[in-house]
C-alpha cells in the first residue's frame, strides 16, 4: 500500500473516530471530550486530504 493511500484510510479513520468522541462529549456534556472530537476530525479531514494531493503527484 502506498503513502497516499495509507493517509487517506488513517484520515478517514481519525475523522469517524473524531466524530463519535464529538456525539458522545455531546451526549454526556462533556465539553473536553467534544473539544478532542472535533480537533481530530479536522486532523483526519487535513490527512486525508493531503493523501489525495500526494496521489495527483504520484502520477
Known sequence: MN???KNE???KFHEVKGKVKEKV???TDNPKLK???QGEK???KIQKKA???QKVFEK
Do not use: D
Request: aromatic share 0%.
Open 9 to 11: 484510510i488513517e484520515g
Open 3 to 5: 503513502s497516499s493511500t
Open 25 to 27: 462529549g455531546e451526549l
Open 35 to 37: 473539544g478532542e472530537g
Open 51 to 53: 493523501g489525495q494531493i
Open 42 to 44: 479536522v486532523a483526519g
